[in-house]
């Protein structure tokens, strides 16, 4: 079961989808919620043991007390659809 130890807003100069993943984990991040994430994204998060749960929608405070509930709503085939081509 999941449990929130605290809420962090964190800024990152991080670049690039593979900077993002080490950052999330030196921070302590074991879950990520999102709307939606590329394939290469989730192996990378999953590669440093961080729980992916995308295609989560409303705000993300709402996201996390459904998590804590049991009760997300979350797919695994959410995709990122932002950069307007393939990964």
């Keep these: 079961p999941h449990r929130s ?3 962090e807003e964190l800024v990152t100069a991080a670049h690039g989808h593979s900077a993002l993943p080490p ?3 030196e921070h302590g991040a074991q879950v990520v919620l999102c709307g939606g994430m ?3 994204a989730r192996v990378a998060l ?3 043991g961080i729980t992916v749960h995308a295609g989560v929608q ?3 405070d709402e996201a996390v007390r ?3 509930a049991g009760t997300l ?3 695994a085939s959410a995709t990122c659809d932002h950069h307007g081509h393939e990964h």
């Design 38 to 40: 590329g394939e290469g």
């Design 73 to 75: 709503q979350a797919t």
């Design 5 to 7: 130890v605290g809420r």
């Design 23 to 25: 950052f999330l984990k």
């Design 66 to 68: 459904a998590l804590l």
């Design 46 to 48: 999953a590669q440093m």
């Design 58 to 60: 409303g705000s993300a």
